[in-house]
């Protein structure tokens, strides 16, 4: 079965629109890693371009640096994403939106560049932004432009581009229109103000939410339009939350109560709950709530089930930023991508000649609890998948590994169900714990409670990109307590400390809790591997973990993949399944 079993331990109508409609013909008329403004010229990177690292099948540039996705659409039998990307290096600057196409989502083919700076509106940044698809399936993109740059980062507005040609499918040219910028500040933070969201109708009005901060308080400013040319704030926030610092790539979207189809953007009815995201600047970490809108008075409530703020629900607990995303009409369902930054060091980054991917684009719909979102990867990533090896109903004692063996480990898709016969070893939840900030407290008792030390009821699971004596290795895995209220909390731990022993990579323990019932005493856990990333969803979807990882010793072929137990009690692999993943043609 391609399995060695080691015993082993020690890892050291819209009639108002026609006027708009007829003016887009074709006629001329961002979130970077901080935002602060560095504009400086790069000479044309001239490195060769280290293949180490670089991924078989995630999203990526064949070189220099690309942060958020923007304005991801479907547009006559074509995806379309666009992302910030430096031309001219591996850090950020100097950034244009870059182009590719997809029929899959998968595999991607390159196009010219759609935006980059050219006019007084946009001279020092085209930064974040989306995609609107208009009645007469016209889209229409709304960007952040920088048009000068004091107060750093730059005084921010909002211009719109339309494609140069409709009856192109690949949207090759666009025209950023001369009645630019149509939204301007009109508040005192001028340079804390972008990333418009997908706009929604309803009422009459096209509307839109822009991000924007008044010292440490979150803000998402509402804005409505009539002809989509000519926008007016609205007088009260749509959102905002004190103490969160400011909100990048704000999202907001409805999802059905019913079902796992997606909505369209503009959906309301008595089945639809709302999701809004914000990317918090302080954090780099991306946080949404469950909510209602409320049509009346154009503002999302969340409700008291979620958490607004820091503690909040994530998409990703690992390196996961500026996530959009849209609603896909081909095949009814509701698509997240994001952008997972390098945890190597500036000069790494450019000695390899390139930074940054995007995770794999994820179906999200919401849990039958109605508190949370579930995601899974895009059933389109399965057509990759080529060798393949399975294990069924094999046991692993305290210490026990087992080397999985027959596939290339270091491009791999691997999914396993766990079971176990007693909750009665889980450990104590040591209530001290409670004590850590809530937004860093599974990332915590992760640091704490790694693979290594020895537990009750886990820790179990995935020993990932792991060289052939343990030097290095990522570990993925559950570990289960029991509250002195005898309830359990299952945790999910994707621990890159132990990755490399390169010490000058940044190598975080990340966690994140799994809403489980575990009356069925088992437990699920996918995990795409993909050279310098390992990217896991547990239960379905019910939690996500992506880690960048840089190993020293575990490189391509060199890389080992085992399942473990390092508890007490006896887990039993129930399933898994794990496959080659062949090489996405991409960009």
């Known amino acids: 079965m391609g399995v060695t079993i080691r015993f082993i331990w020690g890892f050291p109508l819209l009639i108002c629109l ?42 990526q540039p064949k070189k220099n640096w690309i942060n958020d996705p923007n304005a991801p659409m479907y547009y006559k039998g074509l995806y379309h994403l666009f992302y910030q990307y430096n031309p001219k290096g591996a850090v950020w600057g100097n950034i244009v939106w870059a182009h590719s196409v997809s029929t899959d989502l998968i595999n991607w083919i390159p196009l010219e560049h759609a935006i980059v700076p050219s006019k007084p509106f946009d001279k020092y940044g085209c930064w974040s932004g989306s995609a609107t698809i208009l009645p007469g399936n016209k889209p229409v993109i709304i960007y952040t432009g920088i048009v000068k740059q004091k107060p750093e980062p730059g005084y921010q507005v909002q211009n719109y581009a339309i494609p140069a040609n409709y009856s192109d499918p690949y949207l090759r040219k666009w025209i950023k229109p001369d009645n630019n910028p149509i939204i301007k500040p ?136 500026a996530s959009k995303t849209f609603f896909d009409p081909i095949k009814k369902r509701r698509i997240l991508t994001g952008w997972a930054n390098e945890s190597s060091t500036t000069s790494e980054d450019i000695a390899k000649g390139w930074a940054g991917i995007h995770l794999i684009p994820r179906k999200v719909w919401l849990d039958p609890s109605g508190n949370k ?45 766990f079971t176990f016969s007693s909750l009665e070893k889980a450990e104590l939840y040591d209530e001290k714990w409670d004590k850590f900030p809530p937004e860093n407290l599974a990332k915590s008792i992760c640091g704490i409670k790694g693979a290594t030390v020895q537990g009750g009821l886990g820790p179990f699971g995935l020993l990932t990109l792991a060289s052939s004596k343990l030097e290095e290795y990522t570990p993925v895995f559950f570990r289960i307590f029991k509250t002195v209220q005898n309830k359990h909390r299952v945790l999910l731990c994707s621990d890159a400390t132990p990755s490399s022993l390169n010490q000058n990579e940044y190598k975080p323990s990340f966690g994140g809790f799994v809403d489980v019932d575990l009356a069925e005493k088992k437990l699920s856990l996918r995990s795409l591997i993909d050279h310098s990333v390992v990217e896991s969803f547990a239960e379905g979807g019910k939690t996500v973990i992506s880690s960048r990882i840089y190993p020293t010793l575990a490189v391509g072929e060199h890389a080992h993949l085992h399942v473990f137990n390092n508890g007490s009690e006896i887990i039993t692999i129930v399933r898994l399944n794990a496959w080659s993943m062949n090489t996405a043609h991409i960009n």
Request: net charge positive.
């Open 373 to 417: 979102l579930l995601q899974w990867p895009v059933v389109e990533l399965d057509k990759l998948r080529g060798q393949k090896i399975q294990l069924s109903y094999t046991k692993l004692n305290k210490g026990d590994t087992i080397e999985i063996k027959g596939i290339v480990v270091a491009q791999a898709d691997v999914d396993v169900t």
């Open 18 to 59: 026609l006027p708009l409609l007829n003016n887009f013909d074709g006629r001329d008329g961002g979130a970077m890693a901080s935002h602060k403004l560095h504009f400086v010229e790069h000479t044309e990177n001239l490195v060769e371009v280290k293949q180490v690292y670089r991924t078989g099948y995630h999203f």
């Open 186 to 321: 009109i508040h005192q933070n001028v340079s804390s103000f972008r990333d418009p969201t997908t706009a929604w109708f309803n009422k009459g009005h096209w509307k839109l939410v822009i991000g924007s901060k008044n010292n440490y308080r979150g803000i998402a400013y509402l804005y409505r339009s009539r002809d989509f040319i000519k926008w007016t704030k609205a007088k009260h926030p749509f959102h905002t939350k004190s103490d969160v610092g400011m909100w990048e790539c704000p999202d907001f979207f409805p999802v059905s109560s019913k079902g796992t189809n997606g909505l369209d953007t503009s959906a309301i009815g008595g089945d639809v709950k709302y999701v809004f995201k914000a990317s918090l600047d302080m954090t780099r970490f991306d946080y949404y709530t469950i909510g209602t809108y409320d049509l009346v008075k154009d503002k999302y409530i969340p409700d008291n089930t979620s958490v607004d703020g820091w503690a909040g629900l994530r998409y990703d607990y690992g390196n996961f930023y």
